[in-house]
Structures are given as structure tokens and as C-alpha cells.
């Protein structure tokens, strides 16, 4: 189970830091990750992140603002968003997919497990 937290309303310019919390089994080299999915637009990759942390990749129009971490111990993901912008209204999933040690995250992440999403508006 995935369960996801922090969205709101924010104003463009601000900052939101979204969590995501692993349960209910073992998440042992499972890559995580974030999409979205703005109203009457196809859901999109954001960011992932490997087990170790040591490789992460970002969509073109979140690199420099987003970052993902992980906290293993704590089975959780985050997403600090800076200098959010309009066009980051969505609802944020978090998701994961097993990935062999040593393999390196890319946009092509295709989860096995999905949370249920947290709403996050940014007005103008």
C-alpha cells in the first residue's frame, strides 16, 4: 500500500513537499517514483528514484524545481516542489517498480504498484 500526503493550494512561486509511505509489504529494491495527472490530460511521469537513491530522473518541465529523496528506513518518498507554477495543478501519485541493484532510473518507469493520490492546485 502507498499512501500519499501534503498536497494543497499553493500560490505559484511556492513550495509543497509531498510524501509517500510504503506499507503492508516489502519494498526491499523497489525504485519509486512520482506521476501526475492534470484534469482531461493523460497521467505523466515526474521523477523517480532508485533503491539506493543513487540515480533519479527528472521530466524536462520539473528538473531544477522538483527533488526526489527517499528514506528507507521510514519506507517513504518525498517531493519537495519549488517555485510551483500553474500548470502544476494535478493530482500526485507516488508509485514503485522493481528494479534489478545497480539499474538506473528513466522515464520509461512502469510501476506494479500505485497510490491514490494527493491533489495539488497552484494559483496564480
Known amino acids: 500500500q502507498l499512501v500519499e500526503s501534503g498536497g494543497g493550494l499553493v500560490q505559484a512561486g511556492g513550495s509543497l513537499r509531498l510524501s509517500c509511505v510504503a506499507s503492508?509489504?516489502?519494498?526491499?529494491?523497489?525504485?519509486m517514483g512520482w506521476f501526475r495527472q492534470a484534469p482531461g490530460k493523460e497521467r505523466e511521469f515526474v521523477t523517480a528514484?532508485?533503491?539506493?537513491?543513487?540515480?533519479?530522473y527528472y521530466a524536462n518541465s520539473v528538473k531544477g524545481r522538483f527533488t526526489i529523496s527517499r528514506n528507507n528506513a521510514k519506507n517513504t518518498v518525498y517531493l519537495q516542489m519549488n517555485n510551483l507554477k500553474p500548470e502544476d495543478t494535478a493530482v500526485y501519485y507516488c508509485?514503485?517498480?522493481?528494479?534489478?541493484?545497480?539499474?538506473?532510473?528513466?522515464?520509461?518507469?512502469?510501476?506494479?504498484?500505485w497510490g491514490q493520490g494527493t491533489q495539488v492546485t497552484v494559483s496564480s
Open positions: 528514484i532508485s533503491w539506493s537513491g543513487g540515480s533519479t
Open positions: 508509485a514503485t517498480e522493481y528494479l534489478p541493484p545497480g539499474t538506473q532510473v528513466t522515464n520509461t518507469f512502469n510501476p506494479d504498484y
Open positions: 503492508g509489504r516489502a519494498f526491499t529494491s523497489y525504485a
